[in-house]
Structure formats: C-alpha cells, structure tokens
C-alpha cells in the first residue's frame, strides 16, 4: 500500500496496515538541509526546488510533502505587501499591507498568478505532482483568512476592532479569505490533493472560542469549501491549546485537524475521534530539535500511546520544525511510526 494510500485511509477514518506519519510543513528545514535558503531557492528554479524536496523524503519517508511551505507571505508581496527574507526560516511581514478596510478595493488578486517566487512554487508543485504524486501526497499551505487578514491590516488593529469595528474585520477577513484562495488555486491546478491551513491567530493562546466562531471559523470554511469542491484534501493547523474549540473543527470542513504539543491528543481522540482525522504533537523545538534520536522515539511512542487504538491518527510533530533539527531525529519519528502494530485493513 503507497503512502498516498494509507493517507487516504486515515482520512476516511478506515484502518491502515501502519501508522501514517509526516513532517507538518518543513519547507525551511528541507531548503536549508541542502544549502538553500527560502529566498535563494526561489532563484534556483523549481527543478531544483522539487529535486531537493523528493530527494530529502526518500531518504525520510514521510507520507506527505509540501512545497511551498514556509512561502505563506508570498501572497502578500504578491499583491504589493512588504516583505523580508531571513537566511535561515521564514520571510517577515514587514509593515500591514491595508491601512483602512477600504484599501482592499484596490487589491488586484490576479497579480498572485503574476509573482516569480509563487510561480517557481507551483512549477515544483506540478513536478512532484507528476513525479511522485501517484503514490505521496503532495500538498502545499497558506495562512487561514484570520491569521492572513491579521498579517495584512495589522495583528493590533485585528484585535482592536473584533471589540470595536466589526464590520471592519469582517471586510478584513472577506478579503484574506479571497487572497488565500487566489494563491491555493494555482497549486490545485498543478495538482497538489491537499491543502493545510495554518491558523496560529486563531490559537487558544490569543482569541476566546466565541471569538474564533465569530471571526476565525467562517472564513476557515469559505476557503475549506472551495478547495474541496476542487476535489482536493484540507487540513487546519492552530498552534497553541484549541482544546475548547475542538469540536467545532469538523463543521469547518477540515479532514484532518493538527493539533499543537498544547493540546492532549486522548482529549483530540476524545472530541475529534469518528468525525474527522487529528494529527500532532510532539514539540518541534523541545523533541524534535532537541532530543536524540531515542528521546524522539520515546516521545512518539507516548503520543501514539496518548492518541489511543482506532483509526484516524497521524503521527506529526506538533507545528513546523525548526531548520536544526538533526535528519536523524526526522527518521527516527518515521521509523516509530512504521514499527508501530495497525490492524490490516
């Protein structure tokens, strides 16, 4: 059974002959595992881009590969946002793209298809789609609406007006809703079948749940509802503790929910089991980066542990990696993950 396969299981909540098991985005730990940085990558072509990625996960063998990861704020430079790339991690957003709600009336979406960066992106999309995509998943990511809408007006001014202009966030969140489709849609045309919404807003750790149903979930479930309608896969990601906010995942049209190291996977298996897929969690910094191989072995065994019997897991580290974690420890999650006992289906 490929790995494509097993994925496809889990999704649909049927057993697997072993446990899936992925990276959860890595696109800077993989460029920078070869030389590259995020920028430098962009110059090297998207043959080079692909090269690396299929290179780097025969040698890991993760169920799921993501170009375009790390490239979130591209949308934006995209479509005249102010970026910076570090030499090692992911670019920063350096001043809010809108200054009043009305500037998103000047926004042309078209000009995401216009970007060199992106459209070296989805070349690589297209390749490993081709290539390696009958047997892995190739996926790619973007900011949810919330997280991307923050980014571009202003975290600050997000938050300010969730309590006092309304109607202003919402004319914030219509537009990254539109601005986060306008750049997935260039990958599902290449070929990409899933698509992973990253939410770090829409944490636990920064909104209440009733502020998340408010303004975070709809628009999460405009942008899910397109992407599947395009026959394609979505996961969502929130970084920090969403254990109260759990329940409300499935109705936003995830398939597979990522959860943070914050949040206990019994209580994910708990509130998610049957429903949907979940995902996580082991701490990217604490165990991936720095454990040895048989601490991150350990570690894994406890969230397998913690996650329960049943379909429907998949082993993840609980958020992207940094670009130090050692190969080794990457191997080591898989290899866990591959020794671990699942009824044949």
């Known amino acids: 059974m490929t790995s494509k396969e097993i994925i496809e299981r889990a999704l649909r909540l049927e057993a697997t002959p072993r446990l899936p098991v992925s990276l959860l985005s890595a696109g800077a730990w993989t460029l920078n595992r070869h030389g590259l940085t995020l920028e430098g990558a962009l110059g090297a072509g998207p043959e080079r881009i692909a090269e690396v990625i299929a290179r780097t996960n025969e040698l890991v063998r993760c169920d799921i590969v993501w170009p375009g990861s790390g490239y979130h704020n591209l949308a934006l430079r995209a479509v005249g946002g102010k970026i910076k790339f570090r030499a090692k991690g992911t670019p920063d957003v350096q001043e809010p793209l809108l200054r009043t709600p009305s500037d998103v009336e000047r926004v042309r979406l078209d000009r995401v298809r216009e ?24 996926g790619t990511s973007q900011w949810a609406p919330f997280t991307l809408g923050a980014l571009a007006y202003g975290a600050e ?69 397109r992407v599947k309608a395009r026959g394609v896969r ?21 398939e597979l929910m990522s959860v943070d190291y914050k949040v206990d996977l019994a209580a994910a298996r708990r509130v998610l089991g049957g429903r949907i897929a979940f995902a996580g969690n082991m701490n990217p910094a604490a165990v991936m980066q720095d454990q040895t191989p048989e601490g991150v072995a350990a570690a894994c065994r406890a969230c397998i542990r913690s996650a329960g019997p049943g379909p429907g897991y998949v082993l993840m580290p609980g958020c992207d990696i940094p670009p130090t ?16 006992p699942c009824a044949e289906p």
Do not use: W
Request: glycine share 8%; charged share 15%; proline share 5%.
């Open 115 to 138: 970007d060199p960066g992106i459209r070296a992106l989805v070349g690589a999309a297209s390749i490993l789609s081709r290539s390696i995509g009958s047997t892995t998943v190739v």
């Open 157 to 225: 001014h997000v938050m300010r007006g969730i309590y006092k202009d309304k109607p202003a966030v919402h004319a914030i969140l219509g537009f990254a809703a539109d601005l986060c489709f306008a750049y997935l849609e260039p990958f599902i045309e290449a070929g990409v079948s899933m698509i992973s919404l990253a939410d770090p807003t829409s944490s636990g750790d920064m909104v209440s749940r009733d502020q998340f149903l408010e303004f975070s979930l709809p628009y999460l479930t405009k942008v899910a509802a």
């Open 234 to 254: 979505v996961l969502v990601h929130i970084c920090g503790d969403t254990t109260n906010r759990l329940e409300a995942i499935p109705g936003g049209g995830a």
């Open 325 to 340: 974690v050692p190969i080794e420890n990457v191997r080591a999650m898989v290899e866990t993950a591959h020794a671990h």
